[in-house]
Nanobody
């Protein structure tokens, strides 16, 4: 099970840090990622990280503003979001791949999903 937290309402230019805690099993050997879905839009890739945190990948829209990281000892995934824009408003989901350590930007390649946390950026 994956549980996200840290969402909320923030003004444009502000920052938020999302956390995703895994319970019931460890995901320390799994690639993980963050996705988001705005109202009326399809779920889109935000960022992904390898199991060792040696490799990270970002959508062009968040590159330079968001940072994905993980603490395998705590079974926790993070997303630091800086310089937030109104277009970042969405429900943010963390996800884990079930059988591989390789990150992916494709949502269908992830087997485990959290329930999501709302991020709202006001202008």
């Amino acid at each position: 099970q994956l549980v996200e937290s840290g969402g909320g309402l923030v003004q444009a230019g502000g920052s938020l840090r999302l956390s995703c805690v895994a319970s019931g099993r460890t995901f320390s050997r799994n690639a993980m990622g963050w996705f988001r879905q705005a109202t009326g839009k399809e779920r889109e890739f935000v960022a992904a990280i390898s199991w060792s945190a040696g490799s990270t990948y970002y959508a062009d829209s968040v590159k330079g503003r968001f940072t994905i990281s993980r603490d395998n000892a705590k079974n926790t995934l993070y997303l630091q979001m800086n310089s937030l824009k109104p277009e970042d408003t969405a429900v943010y989901y963390c996800a884990a791949r079930g059988t591989t350590i390789v990150p992916s930007s494709r949502s269908y390649e992830y087997d485990y999903w959290g329930q999501g946390t709302q991020v709202t950026v006001s202008s």
